[in-house]
């Protein structure tokens, strides 16, 4: 069962412009990740928010955490044409199975040269 | 970049057909998951593994069977393959368990005729 949804499905932005996707969950989490996937390739990890956490950085990255709206944002700040990939947030559910992280479906970011 | 390798990359098979895929980590880590990704459902959890000749069943396990006899190797076997398990196969690795950062593979994609 999907635990995340991210939203948009699909984003299509002009180089230079800031990207925001969304990702909602259903359950109370422990943590809530971020990863990208560029196309025919594996996930790679992109930041880790707990749930007493607020918002954290990681270079061009900035992302939040509401736990009163089980929802995190990523914001892509200065796009570059190398940000094209989907992007997929999985969760860590409290009482969650041995096998930890959740996914979402993503969201499908395109930068415009 | 984690040493993860999948194989075989790319493989085309028969219904009825049994077909292996292997994992190989170089980074001695104690959790290995194999999940798939489809169109529409994001990535799901077939099986995973806590150790040498521990394993458990995922979200989607049902048609696949594991087997892990040493640290590095995770194996997924199709005993007969079906249509409806053509997918893309994507190994993960991670060092601390449940709700810690996941390493992926390139992924495997296997079409069953």
């Known amino acids: 069962s999907q635990q995340g949804e991210e939203d948009p499905q699909a984003l299509s932005i002009q180089e230079g412009e800031n990207a925001t996707m969304n990702c909602s969950y259903k359950?109370?989490?422990?943590?809530l990740q971020w990863y990208r996937q560029n196309s025919g390739r594996g996930l790679v990890h992109l930041i880790l928010?707990?749930?007493?956490?607020r918002e954290k950085h990681s270079g061009r990255l900035r992302v939040t955490l509401d736990t009163s709206k089980k929802s995190s944002s990523l914001l892509i700040t200065a796009s570059r044409a190398a940000d094209t990939a989907s992007y997929f947030c999985?969760?860590?559910?409290?009482?969650?199975?041995?096998?930890?992280?959740?996914f979402g479906k993503g969201t499908h970011l395109i930068i415009q040269p | 970049d984690a040493g993860i390798t999948q194989s075989p990359r790319h493989k085309v098979t028969e219904t009825g057909t049994p077909v292996t895929l292997r994992c190989h980590q170089t980074?001695?880590?104690?959790?290995m998951y194999w999940y798939r990704q489809d169109p529409g459902h994001g990535l799901r959890l077939i099986h995973y593994?806590?150790?040498?000749?521990?394993?458990d069943k995922g979200e989607v396990s049902d048609g696949y069977s594991v087997s892990r006899s040493k640290t590095e190797d995770f194996l997924l076997t199709l005993e007969s393959a079906t249509s409806s398990q053509t997918s893309v196969y994507f190994c993960?690795?991670?060092?601390?368990?449940?709700?810690?950062?996941?390493?992926f593979g390139e992924g495997s994609r296997l079409t069953v005729l």
């Open positions: 980074e001695n880590h104690r959790y």
């Open positions: 593994s806590y150790g040498v000749k521990d394993t």
């Open positions: 928010i707990r749930s007493n956490e």
């Open positions: 999985a969760t860590d559910a409290i009482g969650g199975g041995a096998d930890g992280l959740t």
């Open positions: 993960a690795i991670s060092e601390g368990g449940r709700g810690g950062e996941l390493f």
């Open positions: 359950t109370s989490i422990n943590n």
